[in-house]
């Protein structure tokens, strides 16, 4: 009996340890407004629809879904030239900003996830490794 309870005791330790929580995407799209709030909002507009002819819409954007990694290093180091979104050209020059890894995962949740867009989810992990 003793030996039982330890064994059972020993199998509840390591499963805590062996088992990791997934990546809470709501959480993550939650903490992501408010980072778009301070730093997306002045040009991509509270909607995410942007400017006409100024600044590309974030909303339902064609561009912004289509590649997931490009998305993760124009947040970190900026764009410049043109781009084509939704089928308007844009030409309009995106500074870099200086967020921790989870700042741009929680971001790029919140915009891929808001607006009309449905993405899966980019993890810190993911920003990570596109850095240069």
Known sequence: MKYTVLIGVFLITLSAFQSKPGFDLKASTARGKEVYIAYCVSCHMENGEGVPDVFPPVAKSDYLMADKKRSIQQVLYGITGEIKVNGKMYNTDM?????????????????RNSFGNKGGAVTPAEVKAARK
């Open 95 to 111: 500074t870099g900003f200086d967020l921790s890894d989870q700042e741009v995962s929680d971001v790029l949740n919140y915009i």
